[in-house]
């Protein structure tokens, strides 16, 4: 989801990791391009609804990658 360069991903929690991460240092970026110049609030108002979105497609694509996990998904494709 974030290009060819992107490490693959085996389940939720480096997900859940990386959203920390991002949580923790975006809003303060945000917060300062608003106190440079409150006039770019609708800039930054869709840069927060990117990086929501974002994270939700990467909270997906986690929880598909342990859901497809290779010995799991087989056993349960051979049970149908």
Do not use: C, Y
């Amino acid at each position: 989801m974030d290009g060819k360069e992107s490490a693959v991903l085996t389940g939720i929690e480096p997900v859940l990791a990386d959203i920390q991460r991002r949580l923790r240092a975006d809003p303060q970026e945000w917060l300062k391009v608003l106190k440079k110049n409150p006039a770019d609030l609708a800039d930054v108002e869709k840069k927060i609804h990117h990086a929501f979105s974002q994270m939700a497609d990467r909270v997906v694509a986690g929880l598909l990658a342990e859901a497809t996990a290779p010995a799991d998904f087989a056993d349960a494709a051979k049970k149908k």
